[in-house]
């Protein structure tokens, strides 16, 4: 079984939100100071997703990265947790699209590398939270895609897939090649290894250029954008809480189920 | 773009009636074509869909395609996506509105993508510029944290909206408009998914997303022990548990029940969050809500910042002590 996933690093999502700074002048957001970028969650959970496919009945697992000044030891996680090959996007020309400029960039070199039976996107960036990359490299390599899987299951050449929906899951069955989108609900990732962490040590990832893959550069990065960011902003939250206070915790719940009583609220 | 009239909401529906993000959709589209001057649009995909129609046009619809084929019984991207497609060339709205579910999160990109546009997803917010024309896309970013506001110039203009955040009309039986029916014109070969099974979670009680009031658990609960605690002021306020994701992910609740960004937007009149950090994901799911009261033991969460009534300490001395009083004021 060939395997690509495709990782983003991001702002770690969980950072306080006390740290998440704009900057208004052009609209991008500061990195917080201290904070190390993170592999997307989701993306964590797809890579887990394609291990326990190679764990059960082997295969090869490249991931794919599209990015400037990638972190090394954030990117290098998916070898540390078990994958083989490591393909960075790394180039000025690849950046600052929108979702479909990312995609199509991440299917042509996903054209480039080849063989693959099934290739794995997190259900959405922790960053811009658009769920998009995923059905664009599905549709720009005439793929069928299944999105927010929480179980696979492989069995004679087709996936059996647990789709999460509003109130449980379906299952669908789709034959391969396909495009998974896994969610959270898979599962959580795995540790890598102290042994995995040292093979990718070693290991040295490739890096494409806009020029390594094969592709019209009016469909890259920012060039590529259908999409124009006016502004990027943050809510303002209004209001004020009320603290209840009493002599004892529960002195203080009793409180404030009068005050609620009194506000109306209950 | 001239070429391009017309808005157009996607309707999906929930046993046999439209559902509620739709006649939400309907609401927002209204205005939208009104600012444009231009007509409101639904198209329905189904089998047997009879009806559906006729309730989009109470609810504010001039126009209802509806394709109706044994083939889209069950949604599926290799299905959904050519009906649409036919129908967009067919119609050439200007604009597209699909609702933020999980039919929208897969359908909007894959027709977005086919159709050689873009779709901003999970917009909270929908204006005509009045400059422009374009139609301006606000959505939430970064988990909450941020929010962006987008235009694209390629049509149609596709966004998918977030539940809650659109107000339906008032449903008018007597409102005129017309109802056309379009072939699906499938070629059944070319679907490569089989839809096996639909598993259905029930929860007992009221659905989260329709109760007034929503008491929900974060990681401090501990245990599904917890949550049954918190069943019980549920039961007796009648309203609905909810979870931040920890205790999804741990199996003390199902993950039916998750508030937030992943999961379910919720804006009930009463949000009371236990044991819950208020992480940005989180207050994506449950920020609309007109009175948010928390519980929790460190007096520097986030969540203070987003509630209106706070009491700081230990939730297992709190609530055991808060539901006695107020099932004793409710039982007066
Ligand atoms: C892309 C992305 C999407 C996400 N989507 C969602 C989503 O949809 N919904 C969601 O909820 N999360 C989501 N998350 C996760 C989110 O970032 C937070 O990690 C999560 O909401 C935290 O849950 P929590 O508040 O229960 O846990 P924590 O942040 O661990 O907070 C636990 C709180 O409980 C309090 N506490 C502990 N013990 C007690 C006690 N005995 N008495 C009183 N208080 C106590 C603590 O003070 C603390 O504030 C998402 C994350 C990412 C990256």
């Known amino acids: 079984m060939n395997m690509v996933v495709c990782v983003k690093q991001v702002i770690d999502p969980e950072a306080p939100p ?7 002048s052009d609209n991008t957001v500061v990195p917080p ?4 970028p993170v592999l997307s969650p989701f993306d964590e959970n797809a890579i887990e997703a394609a291990l326990q496919i190679k764990d059960a009945q082997g295969g090869k697992i490249t991931a794919v990265s599209l990015g400037i000044n990638l972190l090394r030891d954030v990117v290098k996680k998916p070898l540390s947790m078990g994958a083989d090959d490591l393909i960075l996007l790394e180039d000025e020309a690849f950046v600052n699209g929108d979702s479909l400029s990312t995609a199509y960039a991440l299917a042509m070199a996903i054209k480039k590398i080849g063989e693959y039976d099934i290739i794995f996107c997190g259900r959405q960036a922790a960053d811009w939270d658009a769920g998009q990359v995923g059905s664009g490299i599905a549709e720009i390599l005439g793929l069928p895609c299944v999105t927010l899987a929480k179980k696979i299951d492989i069995t004679n050449g087709k996936a059996r897939i647990e789709r999460v929906t509003a109130d449980g899951y379906e299952v669908i069955e789709v034959s391969l090649p396909a495009l ?6 898979f599962g959580e990732p795995r540790y890598p290894t102290i042994k995995g962490i040292m093979a990718a040590k070693r290991k040295q990832p490739i890096v494409w250029k806009a020029a390594d893959i094969e592709s019209e550069s009016s469909k890259l990065g920012a060039t590529g954008r259908r999409t ?6 943050q809510p303002v939250r209004e209001g004020e809480c009320e603290i209840i206070e009493g002599e004892s915790p529960e002195e203080a719940a009793v409180n404030l189920a009068l005050k609620l009583r009194e506000a109306k609220v209950i | 773009m001239a070429d391009y009239k017309g808005v157009m909401v996607y309707g999906e529906s929930t046993d046999g009636k439209l559902a509620a993000i739709t006649t939400e959709l309907l609401g927002c589209g209204r205005k939208l074509a009104d600012d444009l001057g231009q007509e409101l649009y639904a198209v329905i995909l189904g089998s047997d869909i009879n009806g559906l129609a006729q309730e989009a046009i109470a609810f504010g619809a001039d126009k209802v395609f509806t394709v109706d084929d044994p083939l889209l019984k069950d949604y599926q991207s290799d299905s959904y996506t050519p009906v649409m497609e036919k129908v967009v060339k067919e119609v050439m709205p200007e604009i597209i509105l699909l609702g933020q579910t999980s039919l929208g999160r897969d359908l909007a990109p894959r027709l ?8 901003s997803m999970d917009c909270i917010d929908l204006s005509i510029d009045p400059e422009s024309k374009l139609m301006l896309q606000t959505r939430s970013v970064y988990g909450g944290n941020a929010q962006a506001t987008f235009t694209s110039e390629s049509s149609p203009q596709i966004a998918t909206v977030r539940a809650k955040t659109m107000s339906s009309m008032e449903r008018d039986d007597s409102r005129k408009g017309e109802i056309i029916t379009i072939e699906a014109g499938l070629d059944p070969s070319a679907i490569r998914t089989k839809v096996l099974e639909k598993v259905i979670e029930e929860v007992e ?21 917890g949550f049954k605690q918190l069943g019980e002021l549920a039961k007796i306020l009648n309203g609905a548990v909810g979870a931040s994701r920890p205790p999804c992910d741990n199996g003390w609740i199902s993950d039916s029940s998750q508030v937030g960004l992943t999961g379910k937007i919720v804006s009930p009149n009463v949000y009371i969050a236990v044991a819950v950090s208020g992480a940005s994901q989180h207050m994506s799911g449950c920020s609309g809500s007109k009175n948010i009261i928390a519980i929790n033991r460190d007096p520097d969460a986030n969540i203070f910042k987003a509630s209106h009534y706070g009491v700081v300490g230990d939730w297992k001395k709190i609530l055991p002590a808060f539901t006695s009083k107020v099932k004793e004021l409710l039982d007066k």
């Open chain 1, 18 to 24: 006390a740290s998440f700074k704009i900057n208004q």
């Open chain 1, 33 to 36: 100071s201290g904070i190390p």
């Open chain 1, 180 to 185: 998974i989108t896994v969610s959270n609900e």
């Open chain 1, 228 to 233: 124009k960011l006016l502004k990027l902003f």
């Open chain 2, 112 to 119: 977005a993508f086919r159709l050689d546009t873009a779709v």
């Open chain 2, 205 to 225: 009680g009221i659905k989260i997303e329709d109760a007034e009031v929503v008491v929900a658990g974060g990681r401090g609960i501990g245990s599904e022990e």
